[in-house]
């Protein structure tokens, strides 16, 4: 077997009291794709997100890092792991500057956090990383700011740099262009693009903007009442047609169009 897979989820169920969020899911995820998971609300796509990173424990299953099982990995040990989410809602501290939000993130959640961390050298080290985070996300100039005052798609952009300053190879986004101007999701959808070329990061996508996910994933799983629908590259799911019947058709209208030059 040739594929290098960095992180799976065997038979990842979970149920909230009587209802079950995320039925029997198997999901692998190999290294350096932008994998995407859509579906309609409440098919269990931010509850499979938080099995896999530890945020919720799995009523059954288990959860593969690097083909290790950390399925008792806590959420902590897994940022350390290089397992990263960004959050729909970021602890963002607004009377601190955008650097000094990205400078202890990266100290909070860095893989080193466990050195001296008192050093010198060690504080230099996380304001480096918040540097270069900050200039790969394009805020360098607005370092100095406090993160209250910056525009909505700034703070987007903030955290993409504190995500990026833990370091992490994988990085999980719950649908980052939410609320988002239509015209800013290009700029955004290209930086994560870049960040994943230049940075090595294998990304995982929740996304509702179909345009965006087609064009911009090498793998879909689609959900479906806490279910995989189907598995398959853009165009594999542009085709089937249990996917288009069963929703995507009526839910995200004639998308087949959108695939722009996507291979099968
Ligand atoms: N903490 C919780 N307690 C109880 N039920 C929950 C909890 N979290 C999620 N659920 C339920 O589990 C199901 C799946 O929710 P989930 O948030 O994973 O869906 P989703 O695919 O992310 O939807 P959306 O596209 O709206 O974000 C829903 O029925 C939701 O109400
Ligand atoms: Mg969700």
């Given at each position: 077997?040739?594929?290098?897979?960095?992180?799976?989820?065997?038979g990842l169920r979970k149920?909230?009291?009587?209802?079950?969020?995320?039925?029997?899911?198997?999901?692998?995820?190999?290294?350096?794709?932008?994998?995407?998971?859509?579906?309609?609300?409440?098919?269990?796509?931010?509850?499979?997100?938080n099995l896999l990173t530890g945020n919720l424990r799995p009523t059954r299953g288990q959860v593969l890092f690097r083909g290790e099982d950390i399925t008792a990995t806590p959420l902590h040990r897994r940022v350390h792991l290089g397992l990263g989410r960004s959050f729909q809602v970021t602890n963002i501290f607004p009377n601190l500057t955008v650097l000094e939000n990205v400078r202890l993130a990266a100290q909070a959640l860095g893989r080193d956090s466990f050195k001296v961390w008192w050093h010198y050298r060690h504080f230099k080290s996380y304001s480096d990383a918040a540097t270069g985070a900050l200039e790969q996300v394009g805020l360098s100039d607005k370092a100095a700011?406090?993160?209250?005052?910056?525009?909505?798609?700034?703070?987007?952009?903030?955290?993409?740099?504190?995500?990026?300053?833990?370091?992490?190879?994988?990085l999980l986004l719950d649908e980052p262009t939410a609320g988002m101007a239509t015209e800013q999701v290009p700029a955004l959808m290209e930086m994560i693009q870049?960040?994943?070329?230049?940075?090595h990061k294998t990304i995982m996508l929740v996304e509702h903007n179909m345009n965006v996910v087609m064009n911009a994933?090498?793998?879909i799983t689609v959900m479906h009442?806490?279910?995989v629908l189907a598995e398959g590259t853009p165009a594999e799911?542009?085709?089937?047609?249990?996917?288009?019947?069963?929703?995507?058709?009526?839910l995200y209208g004639d998308f087949a169009d959108l695939v722009q030059g996507a291979e099968s």
């Open positions: 077997m040739s594929e290098d897979i960095i992180l799976e989820g065997r149920e909230f009291g009587g209802l079950v969020a995320v039925a029997t899911v198997n999901i692998r995820v190999r290294r350096g794709d932008l994998h995407s998971i859509i579906g309609p609300n409440g098919a269990g796509k931010t509850t499979l997100f700011v406090p993160a209250a005052i910056l525009p909505h798609g700034d703070q987007r952009k903030l955290e993409m740099a504190i995500l990026l300053a833990s370091d992490a190879e994988v870049r960040i994943r070329r230049e940075g994933s090498d793998r009442q806490g279910e799911i542009t085709r089937n047609e249990t996917v288009q019947k069963a929703y995507l058709g009526e």
